[in-house]
């Protein structure tokens, strides 16, 4: 692929996919420590304290990096959080007071190295700006549709490495993220990398009408992904096809690095805003199938199709907040953009528990975030007159890899 033979888009990308790493490990990991210690609900405790205070960490080291630059952000929150992630493999999750707070340090200050990959992105793409606005297409759904890798390795490789030892998949969960934060961090693109100048409002990204419609969009569209994996555990039971429990939402994910990959591969005619409102309503289509309980084989066949529409979403919303978030807010912008996923996440699970895993639920969410476009048309219409900061003009000239 073209994206890739360009300076640093390799190293940014990997180095990036190898730090987010901590976001699918480290759920599992102390979920399964606490479990072989006995106490599974203490587990599931720790893992939403992870995830929670992740959701809130992101907007704030993003607000941070847009004041002062990414390298200092990245090495110091990547260095705390390693620090807490190796404090609690030493010391256990027996203490529940302790493990929770080590835990929820450690996803505190997971660097914000999604909105720190978003916001290099056009500082390392060559061209004109019709150009650079291919590659940028081609670069966010290369993103987005290989962090599915993340959640589907992540996991897998806690699991294998807390069956040796808990202690062993908590300090490894800490070494990947620390490697791949100061990778992204020590680059010369994010060191180069300059914040905007200029006053700025104390709301950030949040005073854009439309990047709140965006974030309102992706917090529903991220509650059917959510309730998706109670759903896949109902069905998993009622069926006794006890593989629905991984196999659903591995299977999304694979239709989500299909879709991401099928998307930046070439232009589509349209506009941005046409392309999310098509594929949100193409997503509760999608859904419909699964209300009919489907065999389980079907059923692992139907749920790639919204895992196509959900993933490709992600990639023309980043399109579209790159273009929405005012001057000097990009990776505040982008921390609420995962911020507001992670959250929808959370209601969709609880929602999806509450009805026994009904796939009405992700319906429901999925029909919401269409609505939710459809009614927000003028907005998304007529964004403010903001642009992304133009690459420094000696960009092709950074150095060394």
């Not at 390392?124 to 599915?148: C, F, I, K, S, W």
């Not at 993220?177 to 992204?184: H, I, K, N, Q, R």
């Amino acid at each position: 692929m073209a994206l890739l033979r360009l300076p640093y888009t390799g190293r940014l990308l990997a180095s990036t996919l190898i730090g987010r790493l901590p976001n699918a490990m480290a759920p599992t990991a102390v979920l399964m420590a606490a479990g072989q210690a006995g106490s599974l609900a203490d587990g599931g405790l720790l893992a939403a304290g992870y995830l929670v205070a992740f959701a809130v960490g992101q907007p704030l080291w993003g607000r941070l990096a847009d004041r002062i630059g990414h390298l200092l952000p990245l090495l110091l929150c990547s260095s705390l959080a390693a620090a807490a992630l190796t404090c609690l493999a030493l010391s256990g999750t027996s203490r529940l007071p302790l493990a929770m707070a080590l835990t929820v340090a450690a996803g505190l200050f997971n660097p914000a190295l999604e909105g720190a990959l978003r916001t290099l992105w056009p500082t390392v793409l060559p061209g004109p700006d019709a150009v650079r606005a291919t590659y940028l297409r081609t670069a966010y759904a290369l993103d987005n549709a290989t962090q599915e890798s993340v959640y589907a390795v992540g996991p897998l490789l806690a699991g294998a490495l807390t069956a040796l030892s808990p202690r062993a998949a908590l300090l490894a969960t800490a070494a990947v993220g620390l490697a791949g934060a100061f990778s992204v961090g020590c680059s010369r693109p994010a060191r180069a990398w300059t914040p905007a100048r200029g006053a700025r409002h104390w709301l950030g990204p949040l005073m854009s009408a439309p990047v709140r419609v965006l974030l309102a969009t992706m917090f529903c569209a991220g509650a059917a992904v959510g309730a998706l994996r109670v759903c896949a555990v109902a069905q998993a039971q009622d069926s006794g096809a006890l593989w629905l429990q991984g196999g659903l939402p591995a299977l999304l994910s694979l239709g989500g690095l299909v879709g991401g990959l099928l998307y930046g591969a070439r232009a589509w005619p349209g506009t941005h805003q046409q392309h999310i409102t098509l594929l949100a309503f193409g997503c509760a289509v999608m859904w419909l199938p699964m209300l009919a309980a489907p065999s389980p084989p079907l059923a692992g066949l139907l749920v790639t199709l919204p895992g196509i529409c959900f993933t490709t979403m992600l990639c023309v919303g980043c399109l579209m907040l790159n273009s929405l978030a005012p001057p000097g807010t990009g990776t505040e912008a982008f921390g609420w953009f995962i911020a507001a996923i992670n959250a929808g996440l959370a209601v969709g699970s609880a929602l999806a528990g509450m009805s026994d895993g009904s796939y009405l639920v992700p319906l429901l969410a999925a029909v919401a975030a269409a609505l939710i476009l459809s009614a927000t048309h003028d907005t998304l219409s007529h964004p403010p007159r903001v642009r992304v900061r133009p690459p420094p003009k000696d960009h092709m000239d950074l150095g060394p890899c």
